[in-house]
């Protein structure tokens, strides 16, 4: 078979602290009511003075950022007890600040700064959830609906503006195709393609969300649409918000609703003992594209039978004459994982169809259909085996190789997202991602990547 081949094309990074503004304040003080359905939460204050304290409200909890005298703290009231985070390394400024933002993403508190022309630096961050220990802050439970209800902003000292509402993205990763059941691209009326992808915050699993976003190939260019949060199936034992990702978007024409395959990485720690993440699934007849959305997910319980799991995700989903198959990931340990196939008659009764156990850094698991057939596509990551790195592999539903697209492989393990560059055309477009960092040398790894954009060459 003739794999279409790729050559580099564009690089995209819609950085934004705000992806929803629900309040704007100026002057030299406010307070102002700022409920948030997640615990994704920006206050971006810019035109700052000397001195800015900027706070989140809720109750009796007190979440501040404080710049003053050259130096940015997080200051942390809770329980009647107040505790303050500071940067040994970052926490001093050498250049002059004219911006400055509080964070809330997931259970992570962090505080940002910014001057003329630069970019975003993290200064302090501190994890709310606990556990407690000398230094720590008062654990706050951010994913409780009634706390994040309850949240006002605020800020002391002058401002040119001060603006507030849900978390954006610091980078984008996993991008995925949002398709009909049928596998075919679900696209906007002016005919632009849908993405999901993970819209990274300042750290790794636990600061990110799914979001939502139309794709112009000819651009290219991205439109932000929307975000999505999920209640997890077991919410007596973890009740409260999630910002799982790592998602695939359904439209089911026939039922008339989405489908909304996520991976439980929004809380994710592998330190925690039995730590592990599972799919699930959301069914709504919302219109997803555009706002903010809790959504209630039931398990997709996918087979690993055969081999050693601690965890799945990177799901996607299509329905053929015969059923449904289902792509995933299988991990034997963190971070050992493989890709997996599954298929059965509905997406409550699959059964093992393809695994291919000795990869041990491949993920993306995608379908695509070619020439009549259909194809697994996925990614080999750089710690591959020999001859299984740095790649797009092409499998049959056995899971057995076929080929490799003839593609620029950038770095981390970008997803193999092909996307129709119009409804009409042959033309692919390749969209990928990348490990470049931002945000500055406090948040580590987490903070990727650039979109990097492929397009195939005409014969």
């Known amino acids: 078979m003739q794999l279409p081949r790729f050559e580099p094309h564009a690089r995209l990074r819609p950085i934004s602290l705000l992806s929803t503004s629900q309040v704007r304040a100026h002057g030299s003080g406010s307070s102002t009511p700022c409920p948030r359905p997640a615990p994704y939460a920006a206050a971006v204050a810019t035109g700052v003075g000397e001195r800015l304290v900027l706070s989140w409200r809720s109750g009796e909890d007190l979440l501040e950022a404080v710049y003053a005298e050259g130096r940015v703290l997080l200051r942390v009231t809770s329980a009647g007890r107040t505790s303050e985070h500071r940067s040994r390394r970052f926490s001093r400024l050498t250049t002059p600040v004219t911006d400055v933002a509080l964070t809330l993403t997931g259970t992570h508190l962090t505080v940002l700064t910014r001057g003329a022309g630069q970019d975003w630096v993290a200064r302090s961050r501190v994890d709310l959830s606990g556990p407690a220990r000398t230094g720590a802050a008062p654990a706050i439970d951010t994913r409780d609906a009634a706390w994040l209800g309850a949240l006002e902003v605020g800020h002391e000292g002058a401002v040119e503006m001060l603006e507030a509402g849900g978390f954006g993205q610091l980078g984008l990763r996993d991008l995925r195709l949002a398709s009909h059941a ?5 696209r906007l009326a002016d005919g632009r393609p849908v993405l999901t992808a993970t819209s990274a915050g300042p750290g790794f699993f636990d600061t990110a969300h799914t979001s939502v976003w139309a794709l112009d190939p000819a ?9 999505l949060y999920f209640h997890r199936p077991d919410g007596d034992e973890r009740p409260g918000v999630f910002g799982d990702h790592a998602t695939h978007l359904v439209r089911d024409g026939d039922a008339d609703a989405w489908l909304v395959a996520t991976s439980t990485w929004g809380d994710f720690d592998a330190r925690r003992r039995g730590a592990g993440v599972a799919v699930t699934l959301a069914r709504t007849r919302v219109d997803l594209l555009e706002g903010e959305h809790v959504l209630d997910t039931e398990p997709l319980v996918l087979p690993t039978d055969g081999f050693r799991s601690v965890g799945v995700w990177d799901p996607h989903l299509v329905r053929t004459g015969d059923g449904w198959l289902v792509g995933y990931v299988s991990a034997r340990r963190f971070f050992r994982f493989h890709p997996v196939l599954a298929a059965g ?39 591959g085996r020999t001859g299984q790195r740095e790649r797009y592999p092409v499998f049959d539903l056995d899971l057995h190789e076929i080929g ?3 593609a620029p492989y950038p770095t981390n393990i970008p997803w193999p ?19 470049t960092r931002t945000g500055g040398s406090l948040l580590g790894y987490g903070t990727h990547g650039d979109v990097v954009i492929a397009r195939s060459l005409s014969d």
């Not at 997202?417 to 490990?435: H, I, K, M, N, R």
Request: aromatic fraction near 6%; charged fraction near 25%; avoid cysteine.
């Open 182 to 186: 049928d596998g075919t691209a679900y």
């Open 219 to 227: 651009g290219p260019a991205l439109e932000h649409l929307s975000d």
């Open 345 to 383: 008659p509905s997406l409550d009764r699959l059964g093992l169809r393809g695994v291919d156990p000795r990869r041990r850094a491949t993920e993306g698991t995608t379908l695509w259909h070619r020439d009549g057939t259909w194809l697994v596509l996925a990614s080999d990551g750089r710690d």
């Open 404 to 406: 490799a697209l003839p």
């Open 417 to 435: 997202t092909l996307v129709p560059a119009s409804a009409e055309g042959e033309e692919l477009v390749l969209v990928g991602f990348d490990g």
